[in-house]
C-alpha cells in the first residue's frame, strides 16, 4: 500500500508540473491496485493542428502582364510552361484581328495550361485615355466586344491606363478619370483590378528601369507595409517589355527570386473576395 501510495504522489506532481491544461483521471480496481492513468487535455486532435498550421498566411503574388499578345507573348510563354507558374495576362483584342502573327501568339497563350487570359479591352483606348473615359457607355461596349469576340470565361479586367480597383464594394483610386467605366462594369458583374508594385520600362525601349532585385525587395516591402488585399501582391508588368530578352527583364530570374522568398503564385480569379454581402 505505501508503494501504491507513492505512486499516486508522483502522478499528482506530474499532473501539477503539465500545467492547468492537462488533467489525470486514476481507474482502480476494488483492491486499489491502478488500471489505467488517463491524460484529459484541451489540446487539438493531430489532424485539426495540422489544419491550424495550413491556414498560417501565404505570401500570395499575382504576376500580372498587360498589352498581350505583342512580341513578348513568345518569350512570356516559354517561360510559364518551363516554371509550370500560374500567370495572369490582361489582353487587348484589336491586334489580334490586325496580325496573323499576334493571331498565332493569342492561340499559344490560350492554349497554355498555366495562364489564365482576362480582359484589357479591345482598343486600350487607342491611347487616347482621356477621351476614352469621357464615354463610360463606350468603355464597357469595348469591354465587351473583347469579351466576346475571344470567349473570356472571367469577368476579369484591368481598366487601360489606370491603376484602379472596385471589387464589390471595395475600391481604390476612385477619383481619377475612368472610375464611372468602372462602375458601369461593375454593375455587369466584371471584378475590376489595378495592382500594388509595377516593373515600371522606358517607353522608348521597353527597357525595365527597375533591376529584378530591386523589384523583389518593392514586392516584399509592398507585402509587409500594406497592399490592396493583406498578404496579396499584385504585380503589373507588360508584354512588350520582353521583346528583347537581356539579363534586366529575365522574367525567369524573376520567378527565382520569388521562389527564394518564400512567395506562392497565384491567379486572379483566386483573389480572395472580401466585398460585404
Partial sequence: ???????????????ICTSCTKKAIIKTNADDSIISVISTTDSLPKDTIENKISLAPRKCVYLTIDDAPLNGSRYIDSIVLSAKVKTNIFMVGNPIHGSGRFKKYHEMLKENRYIELYNHSYSHANHKYAKYYQNPEQVASDFEKNRTDFNLRHYIARLPGRNLWQLGDRKRNYKQTGS???????????????????????????SPLQTIDELVDEIENSYHNGTFTANHVVVLMHDQMFGKITGENDLAGLIKKLREREFTFEYLSDYPDLSED
Fill in 1 to 15: 500500500m505505501k508503494s501504491l501510495s507513492c505512486l499516486i504522489l508522483l502522478i499528482s506532481g506530474i499532473v
Fill in 180 to 206: 464611372e467605366a468602372a462602375a458601369l462594369l461593375a454593375e455587369k458583374g466584371y471584378k475590376i483590378f489595378g495592382w500594388d508594385v509595377e516593373w515600371k520600362y522606358d517607353p522608348k525601349d521597353n
